[in-house]
């Protein structure tokens, strides 16, 4: 089946802002994508209330991973209101695009962190090659490096990019990180946070173009 040019918006770590929601609309209306993806810390440690009342007005087609501040009741509202690539495999418009929210294990103690284990478990049982990969946590040494120099990357990820190769990885989670980065042919790509008002803008086809569009003109106007 001939697939044609799917284009993808991706954000990440909307983490409560009062804006994101007319913003998110100010952006769907500016772009028109076919699909808008979003990374993960939809939320601050709920409440479930503010994802709901974003998921569900957006007026695009919307797939969605919890992040590791996002707790079971969020995850919940991801289910009914988008599509959830939470630990899944979903083809969409003849795409495979394969999700992991959350994060590993680390000291914030936030509501959804997981062992390195049960991240590579979980992604071996859904990936495919040449997939788009949403992950909320970058893999170990791509868009992960923090102020202080500390990687916050999976080691789990990373595995799984090296033995799959996905098209693309799309990340959340180290908010200082946002960038796009191309390594073995393979792109990834960190919007960073949603208050400053960047997207990763996609075309997806045969091959897939990416690139970072600073829209904070638009979010001081709001």
Do not use: W
């Amino acid at each position: 089946m001939e697939v044609g040019i799917l284009k993808v918006i991706a954000v990440s770590d909307i983490h409560g802002d009062a804006r994101a929601r007319r913003f998110l609309t100010e952006v769907i209306s500016k772009h028109s994508p076919d699909l808008l993806i979003i990374c993960g810390d939809i939320t601050t440690f709920g409440p479930a209330s503010f994802a709901e009342q974003l998921l569900k007005n957006l007026g695009a087609k919307c797939a969605v991973i919890p992040g590791n501040c996002d707790p079971e009741d969020v995850l919940d509202v991801i289910e009914k209101h988008s599509i959830s690539l939470h630990e899944k495999r979903v083809e969409i418009d003849g795409i495979d695009f394969v999700g992991m929210g959350g994060s590993p294990i680390c000291t914030m103690r936030t509501p959804r962190e997981m062992d390195e284990e049960y991240i590579e478990k979980v992604l071996s049982d859904i990936m495919v090659e040449n997939c788009v990969l949403v992950t909320h946590a970058p893999p170990y040494g791509i868009n992960d490096l923090t102020r202080s120099g500390k990687r916050l990357g999976s080691r789990a990820v990373e595995r799984i990019v090296r033995k799959f190769h996905p098209r693309i990885v799309l990340s959340g989670h180290v908010h200082e990180a946002k960038g796009i980065t191309e390594d073995n042919g393979m792109i990834f790509a960190n919007p960073g946070p949603l208050k400053e008002g960047n997207i990763v803008l996609m075309d997806i086809d045969h091959e897939v173009s990416a690139k970072i569009v600073d829209l904070s003109d638009i979010l001081r106007k709001l």
